[in-house]
């Protein structure tokens, strides 16, 4: 089979532009969601995106806070279109790429030092009973095979600062062990968005924010409803889209 790379435009985005490869990785709408969801303040300088595959989340923060954002990503092919995709859109200077597991993120910076941690992990167990991909970059990326839940969750809570936080998204059926293991280690869960793919159907994913050390109390946002009864994208999806009207469904 023949392997093609695609430059796809980022969203609607004019002048912002994707490497993807349907062979190995395609970024989704859940990355768009946290890059909307992650609160980004003005004292926050330090801000890592752990498994970022091809860079979107990177990109579309740095286009939304104008900060310096590192992304670090396992997977070597992966990796590369991350690399490409940041030197097309000349962000070089602002986004700075890892190739290297999560686990080593210690060896780049000190620990307790990170403000901002953002992550669109591998959604399923190794022993999940949902359909494993034979293709192995595409079976990394959606399941525990290098690295688990809680060592993500344990990696973020070494290195984020005392008050800093990690955003993830999830699948909703894992909602209370993501709960349970940001407490295990000392990250208070403080905000969570339920998304909904339409009114009348449950939530498949979710939205949380934890803070290091938080104090107790939980914030549930409206529930996020991606499609209209039409089966087009509701407002807020096409404002995250770029604001374009004819959203590409």
């Known amino acids: 089979m023949l392997i093609m790379k695609v430059k796809n435009r980022l969203l609607n985005y004019e002048n912002m532009f ?8 395609t970024f989704s709408l859940d ?21 970022t595959g091809n860079a979107p989340i990177a990109m579309l923060l740095n286009k939304r806070c104008n900060k310096h954002i590192v992304g670090i990503e396992l997977q070597t092919e992966v990796y590369k279109l991350a690399v490409e995709s940041v030197n097309v ?16 993120i210690s060896s780049y910076y000190d620990l307790g030092s ?19 991909n034979s293709n192995e970059v595409k079976a990394i990326a959606r399941h525990e095979i290098k690295i688990s839940l809680e060592e993500i969750i344990f990696e973020a809570s070494k290195m984020l600062k005392n008050g800093g936080h990690i955003a993830l998204v999830h ?11 940001m407490k295990k280690y000392n990250i208070e869960p403080k ?13 498949n994913v ?19 409803i ?24």
């Open 171 to 181: 699948v909703s059926n894992r909602f209370s062990e993501v709960v349970d293991l």
């Open 191 to 203: 905000v969570v968005r339920f998304v909904y793919p339409k009114s009348n159907k449950n939530s």
């Open 89 to 104: 859109n000349r962000m070089s200077k602002q986004i700075t790429l890892i190739n290297d597991n999560i686990k080593n």
């Open 114 to 132: 990170i403000d901002v941690i953002v992550c669109n992990p591998p959604y399923f167990r190794c022993n999940d009973s949902s359909l494993k």
């Open 206 to 224: 979710f939205l949380i924010e934890g803070y290091k050390n938080g104090k107790n109390g939980m914030k549930i946002l409206p529930p996020l």
């Open 226 to 249: 991606v499609y209209k009864d039409s089966n087009q994208y509701c407002e807020e999806i096409r404002l995250m889209f770029g604001g374009i009207e004819n959203v590409a469904e």
């Open 18 to 25: 994707i490497y993807q490869n349907s062979e190995y990785f």
């Open 31 to 51: 990355s768009v969601l946290l890059a909307n969801f992650v609160t980004i303040n003005y004292k926050d300088k330090k801000i890592i995106d752990f498994a």
